[in-house]
């Protein structure tokens, strides 16, 4: 994948790439700004059932009823204008069957985003969110002989409205926090995934998705349910156009391990620079399922993520691996939390981060072992790579432990690009230049590689590119 | 991220502050801080509980039941016989100083103990702890009521430790200032002690430590059963400067202690080491803060938690690099060890960088005794509560083991004490 010169170019040049925007061109857009009108609105247009009408209502009024969080950056959260942004954007009026069918200007976008032709027929279904609604979705025959649902969120509730039902909102409730609120009132798209029982899908399952409308909203829902035994994982990709004006992604992702399921999550985040983007991501673990959230934060202007797992079942396992990369101006609050239930339960959490110049990233986190969980062990490590002496980065853990018979460690390590480093790799022949990025690369290494490859590829070549003029 | 909102708190009678400082003898100087103190407090707001440093208290536990300010001075301090070679010992009870002893030596060497209430050192209080550090802090800065004023002049090097005794009635409020001249060098303890169900105590201590001075300062807190107290304790340290700082907690029902320093001048270096050891339903709620202002300033920080029963522990931790404190280091460690299946540890070790030229590692970690460790012991002939009672030693023993003598050995004799009771 490294060699076909669309992917190799990712980062080259980053205006021209990710900045651009096509001239907006809708079908059907909600006016600016929040409520129970708006909610309507959407609900109709989606021809939802009742019950859908009802929790997105309900969940505007916990919404326009809870605070804005006291904690955090919220300095820049209060500058977040609710009243300026459009909640709901239809790209297209309808569901496109296949590519041939796909709009000319939503093609242009995936190509400059760089999707390779040929990547699309290798990999299972491609769900592209264009705007708020999928526009192109296309699963591999196997997979629906497989009896595997992969569909986007608003079709996954037409043609399996049993299974949402029952699952919807059951992890992350519309209560939660103040952005899970909004995201249940104004969702749109998203992923929808149920694998059966006992049944393995091989390749990962990928959605692109795409911010597009200055200052309008993007609330995407996934839901992923992976039945007894089955095992599945899914990529999530993100990049934006960069805009004069704040856009607000406020995702929730609710993801569901039953007895013996699998679950990876990966997603590499790159949003513009003046984006905010505050998700609420949450995993229910069964009895001996695993969950693993593969996190990386690259873009937005602020980032407020904490991927959980809940560790409901007895032996069940999470993790979640995340880097962040803060630039400058860039405010990464990303983090993890580990809710263990149940007993001989795992956990881990393995988070790296880069702050530079005036950049800013914070870990925090939580671990919580209930009393009655006996067994448990968990382990904690961050790491924060500083380059600039106005880079800036925290770390917040919080562990609260409820039972005696358990293990828990935390660990925190914060260092610059050391000189000797340096010199050891100058004295090889390396440039300045070279020799830091070299260094990065290695501290980001356990993450890049837990990626695919091609997301591998993109990764170091933004990482390249963030890199670019650090030196002096 | 649901916020809970400040609590809204019921009114704080300070009435009495003028009396109280007019009976005292102070100066207006003073009074005119504990009246700017008082106005911090009116109208009274408790501080937002979605804060880590209240997150596991509720602030409203340590409020007195009255009028702070209107206390009466209650009995003499009971007597306190000395049984250790000290430079001075001092005793704080019943709102009054009672000067023990001042050594010969340290008398020649112009050591000076005396009540704060008097000693005309105004323009010195609140510097490291102003009435605006927290709303406990600014009620003792209006009310405090029975203080010592130690200094230790410039160059001087004091043998034996400074011992300050503190005794609890229904309602302390003591106020320690320790001011450590230029390169002097010397260990003072305070050791809070008595009290009774539902007495309450909001203690504060400042420590100055000036250029190159080496303070060694102990808080030991071991109050009776039923005490409800908050003490904060925190130096500021000047270039070239030492503070070390350390802290046993074993008493008391409820406990919340803010310990800390900032490290003000190049070159400064703060050494915490704290131990805490808790049983039956004691709460513990301890933050500690290393504050790094100044370029190459280093400090450690190592913390220990033993828990049997229900007891519960909360520990918040914090250093924070400032902008301009290039090659900096700083270290922080935590460890829990719980003893029984009720008791329960939280620990938030933060960490808040701002430059990037420092060195800089924390870690915490919670764990019952190592089944390996009591196999081991029991395998040598120990029985389970013996194993069990030398571990725990041992788990304490590492931090103690960096203490200076006395206060080690005082401390490890109260470890000691408590394991055999347990």
């Not at chain 1, 096509?22 to 609900?43: C, N, Q, W």
């Not at chain 1, 067994?375 to 919080?398: E, F, H, N, W």
């Not at chain 2, 408790?46 to 009466?72: I, K, N, Q, V």
């Not at chain 2, 390169?183 to 169900?197: K, M, N, Q, R």
Request: hydrophobic fraction near 40%.
């Amino acid at each position: 994948m490294a060699s076909t010169p669309t992917v190799a170019d990712i980062g080259s040049d980053y205006n021209r790439r990710y900045g651009f925007h096509d001239p907006e061109e809708y079908f059907m857009r909600t006016p600016k700004g929040l409520s129970h009108e708006v909610v309507e609105a959407i609900s109709l247009l989606k021809k939802e059932p009742e019950w859908m009408r009802v929790f997105r209502h309900k969940a505007l009024d916990i919404f326009l009823a809870k605070p804005m969080p006291t904690w955090g950056d919220t300095e820049r959260l209060s500058s977040i204008d609710f009243d300026d942004i459009t909640y709901y954007v239809r790209a297209t009026e309808k569901q496109e069957k296949s590519w041939e069918d796909v709009p000319e200007n939503v093609k242009r976008t995936f190509d400059r985003l760089g999707i390779p032709e040929a990547e699309r027929k290798f990999l299972a279904g491609v769900s592209a969110q264009y705007e708020s609604e999928v526009v192109y979705h296309s699963v591999k025959e196997e997979l629906t002989k497989q009896g595997v649902i992969f569909l986007d969120m608003d079709s996954g509730l037409r043609e399996h409205e049993e299974i949402v039902r029952r699952y919807f909102g059951t992890v992350i409730p519309s209560a939660d926090n103040k952005f899970a609120a909004l995201n249940s009132a104004v969702w749109s798209g998203g992923s929808f995934i149920y694998v059966p029982k006992n049944t393995e899908v091989a390749i990962p399952l990928q959605a692109y998705f795409r911010i597009n409308a200055e200052r309008m909203g993007q609330f995407e829902r996934t839901l992923i349910i992976a039945d007894e035994g089955a095992k599945v994982h899914y990529i999530e990709g993100c990049t934006a156009p960069v805009y004069s004006s704040s856009s607000l992604h406020s995702a929730v992702v609710e993801l569901i391990a039953m007895k013996g399921a699998r679950i990876r999550y990966t997603t590499i985040q790159n949003w513009s620079n003046n984006i905010f983007n505050l998700v609420t991501k949450r995993a229910v673990a069964n009895e001996d399922a695993v969950v693993e959230w593969v996190d990386g934060n690259i873009g937005s202007g602020l980032t407020m993520k904490y991927p959980a797992v809940i560790l409901k079942g007895e032996r069940a396992h999470g993790e979640v691996l995340s880097i962040a990369f803060a630039g400058p101006g860039q405010h990464q609050d990303a983090g993890a939390k580990m809710i263990h239930l149940a007993p001989h339960t795992t956990s881990k959490i393995t988070s790296k981060s880069i702050s530079k110049g005036t950049g800013r990233s914070s870990y925090r986190g939580l671990v919580k072992i209930r009393n009655g969980a006996h067994g448990c062990k968990t382990s904690v490590q961050c790491d924060a790579l500083l380059i600039g002496d106005a880079a800036r980065t925290d770390t917040y853990p919080t562990m609260e432990i409820d039972e005696d018979q358990v293990s828990v460690e935390h660990e925190a390590r914060v260092s610059k690009i050391g000189d000797e480093q340096l010199f050891y790799l100058r004295s090889r022949g390396l440039k300045d230049d070279q020799a830091r990025l070299m260094i990065v690369n290695g501290f980001i290494e356990p993450f890049v590689k837990e990626l695919p490859m091609e997301y591998a590829v993109e990764l170091n070549r933004l990482i390249e590119l963030e890199m670019e003029g650090s030196v002096g | 991220m649901a916020s809970r909102p400040a609590v809204a708190a019921p009114e704080l009678a300070l009435d009495h502050v003028a009396a109280l400082s007019r009976a005292a003898g102070e100066d207006a100087a003073l009074l005119a801080i504990r009246e700017r103190a008082r106005a911090l407090l009116t109208p009274l707001t408790l501080p937002d509980r979605a804060r880590h440093l209240w997150r596991y208290t509720s602030p409203a536990t340590f409020l007195p039941d009255g009028d702070p300010s209107a206390a009466a001075p209650g009995d003499v301090g009971p007597a306190w016989r000395l049984d250790e070679s000290l430079s001075a010992a001092a005793l704080l009870g019943g709102g009054g100083l009672r000067v023990i002893e001042i050594g010969a030596d340290a008398r020649a060497a112009g050591v000076v103990i005396e009540d704060l209430h008097r000693a005309g050192v105004a323009d010195l209080l609140g510097r490291v702890v102003p009435a605006g550090h927290g709303f406990l802090e600014a009620i003792n800065t209006a009310a405090w009521r029975g203080g010592v004023l130690v200094r230790v002049p410039a160059g001087v090097t004091l043998e034996h430790p400074i011992r300050l005794r503190l005794v609890a009635g229904a309602l302390s409020l003591p106020r320690v200032l320790v001011l450590a001249g230029e390169g002097s060098s010397f260990e003072v303890i305070e050791g809070h002690v008595g009290g009774g169900a539902a007495a309450r105590v909001i203690g504060v201590t400042e420590v100055v430590a000036e250029a190159n001075a080496n303070v060694r300062y102990g808080l030991v807190q071991r109050w009776e059963a039923g005490v409800i107290g908050h003490l904060t304790a925190r130096a500021r340290v000047a270039a070239g400067a030492h503070a070390q700082l350390s802290l046993a907690s074993f008493g008391g029902a409820e406990f919340k202690a803010d310990v800390g320093a900032v490290l003000a001048g190049e070159g400064a270096a703060v050494e915490t080491f704290g131990v805490a050891m808790g049983g039956d339903a004691q709460r513990f709620d301890h933050h500690t803060e290393h504050i790094h202002e100044a370029p190459r300033t280093t400090s450690n920080l190592d913390f220990k938690v033993a828990l049997t029963g229900a007891a519960r522990s909360a520990y918040t931790g914090m250093i924070r690099i400032a902008p301009g404190a290039a090659g900096s280091e700083a270290y922080q460690e935590n460890r829990n060890l719980l003893l029984s299946g009720h008791a329960r540890a939280e620990s938030i070790p933060e960490l808040e960088i701002l430059t990037d030229d420092v060195r800089c590692s924390h870690g915490a970690t919670v764990s019952p005794i190592d089944p390996e460790q009591l196999f081991y012991l029991a395998s040598r002939g120990l029985a389970p509560m013996q194993a069990a009672r030398v571990i725990v030693y041992g788990f304490l023993d590492q931090t103690l083991g960096r203490l200076p003598q006395t206060t080690r050995e005082r401390i490890q004799a109260l470890v000691a004490a408590r394991l055999h009771t347990e």
